[in-house]
Nanobody, 122 residues
Framework: QVQLVESGGGLVQAGGSLRLSCAAS????????MGWFRQAPGKEREFVAR????????AYGDSVKGRFTISRDNAKNTVYLQMNSLKPEDTAVYYC???????????????WGQGTQVTVSS
């Protein structure tokens, strides 16, 4: 059974940093892409970043380019999202997802974690 478990969320002041982790288990993910999405209250879920496990190719949403970095640790089966220069508008529940495809649409992703709350105070 595939499990994606996010951690690392919390409360941070504007301008600060957080690192989210997504621990993946239940299958071999070498052919998968991993993504991060977020959903703020009253808003649709938004693509944040994705990375392909096999070759480390990554992509970012426009709102986080230059501030967020996605990475992966093959040995730990874990994907990270380093978030710097955080803004109040980054406040959301952040979700990790796994896909056998490659894209920024939610429908591309087969498995989802439960989410972790990130709150950025002004």
């Amino acid at each position: 059974q595939v499990q994606l478990v996010e951690s690392g969320g919390g409360l941070v002041q504007a301008g600060g940093s957080l690192r989210l982790s997504c621990a993946a288990s239940g299958r071999t993910f070498s052919s998968y892409a991993m993504g991060w999405f977020r959903q703020a209250p009253g808003k649709e879920r938004e693509f944040v970043a994705r990375i392909r496990w096999i070759d480390n190719i990554s992509a970012y949403g426009d709102s986080v380019k230059g501030r967020f970095t996605i990475s992966r640790d093959n040995a730990k089966n874990t994907v990270y999202l380093q978030m710097n220069s955080l803004k109040p508008e980054d406040t959301a529940v952040y979700y990790c997802a796994a896909s056998q495809g490659w894209g920024s649409r939610q429908t591309v992703y087969d498995y989802w974690g439960q989410g972790t709350q990130v709150t950025v105070s002004s």
